[in-house]
């Protein structure tokens, strides 16, 4: 479903579903705040409606998993909040790596963008749903904490959006200054080169042509000489 989304939106609006990706692209400058914050507020909005869709179509069925809900470490990590962060951190962060170095990135196909990011989320979640529930998305956890009202829930909030969006900037701001930067740098200088010396090139053949008219100038005056 990740992958669809990009591959839907990507060249809409650049496909901003997680809070954990707007922040570090607002951080590293690819995004404007104004942009970001409308993103936010968004993404949020829409986990909320998600949510509400849930509660209607699933009011049984959901109910026991409190509609997609993320109520902090599993027994798996002895219910460390500690362990559980950590584990947030590190999930997002390399869902952030492949973001930035896919989506981001200038050199990367973007054919392929879409599913790289998607896949990436699809193994995460393999590893991350049996310890922490695999949120590294602020707002998806958000939205079903605020719709229940569930205290677990929202007691655990603090976790589910300081560890995602501290993943997603280390990340972020390691792949854009490290990678992504670099690689921009070259691409303008070489295309400043690239334009010099078109620049040059066109002139030296302006530079034949006005010589060549003036030769064909003096032949004309000697003619009539």
Known sequence: IIALMV????????????PAVTIPMM???KISVADGVGYIVSQVIGG?????????????????????????????????VMSGFAVEVILTFFLVVVIFM????KKAPKS?????????VFLLHIVGIPLTGASMNPARSFAPAIVTGDAGLLEIQWL?????????????VIMNYVFINKDEQEAKSSSRSSSVSKSESDLK????????????QKEVDNMDE
Not at 7 to 18: E, K, L, P
Not at 58 to 76: A, M, R, T
Request: proline residues 5%; glycine residues 16%.
């Open 7 to 18: 591959y839907a939106f990507g060249h809409v609006s650049g496909a901003h579903i997680n």
């Open 27 to 29: 951080i590293t400058k």
């Open 48 to 80: 909320i409606i998600a949510t509400l869709s849930l509660m209607v179509i699933l009011p049984e069925i959901g109910k026991p998993v409190l509609w997609g809900g993320h109520g902090g470490p599993s027994e798996l990590l002895n219910n460390s």
């Open 102 to 105: 896919t989506a981001v990135h």
């Open 112 to 120: 392929v963008y879409g599913a790289s990011i998607g896949g990436m």
């Open 160 to 172: 589910y959006w300081l560890a995602p969006i501290i993943g997603g900037i280390i990340a972020g």
């Open 205 to 216: 053949k302006y530079e034949k042509k006005y010589l060549a008219r003036l030769e064909k």
